[in-house]
DNA sequence: CCTTGAACCCTAGCGAGCCTAGGCCTAGCC
DNA sequence: GGCTAGGCCTAGGCTCGCTAGGGTTCAAGG
């Protein structure tokens, strides 16, 4: 999963492994690779910024623990997160029917 | 459907609504309105220069036809580009299948 | 007649966001 | 000592959708 497919559903895949339990930045990346089948096997640039800006968005909140000399932060959703969590995947639900109407080739959606 | 969503899998939906039948430019961003059912409702100034792109790496052709005076470009699908579509599919399916993994918390597929 | 709006075409440049490429530290193994 | 794995970080590049502007013809309304 190269070249940015993912563009724009971040945040969402990040809030979800999250919302699954506290984990660190490092475990985030090993817990979207393991979910994903190896599909998203993203990079350390990648996934720290968005932790940092979702901290600061107020999604997430983080707290540094030390683990045997070595200093770690770990994340936790917070109540926002999972409301903004809530509406993404509401909003990747509706993504991915659109894009499968697309696909399908039916002007209308098959199931009203 | 704002804020790109979309980023990354436009050439695809571009593709499969052109590889429907010829179409026009702005025939393009009305069929892609139509078939989300409203979701896409893209501006001119992100559909031209994906048509533009798309034909310069041969995944389409046009021809300019004159319809009452005005002048229209009229896309088809090139062997080529139906290739890719049927890659960019595939693709598509992979990260959607992902996704969902992600989403849905199970470590492997369900559905095996 | 003149304006508005729809149907068509186009492009320069901004900005969001993922990734590359670098840097740092400790623990453990050879 | 050197190397790998586990952990953290950030500046800057690049991609690409979109904003904002430009143009044309035709039909309808005032």
Redesign the interface.
Known sequence: ?R???????LD??VL??LA?GPLHGYAVIEE?R????D??DLPEGTIYPVLHRLEREGLLASVWSEAVGRPRRTYTVTRAGRKALAEQ?R??Q??????G???G?????ATI
Not at 105 to 109: E, L, N
């Open positions: 999963m070249g940015s497919t993912i563009k724009g559903h969402m895949l979800a492994v699954a979207l393991a979910r994903s089948g599909s998203f995947r909003a990747w509706a993504f991915s029917d659109a894009v109407r697309v696909l080739g039916a002007p209308w959606p």
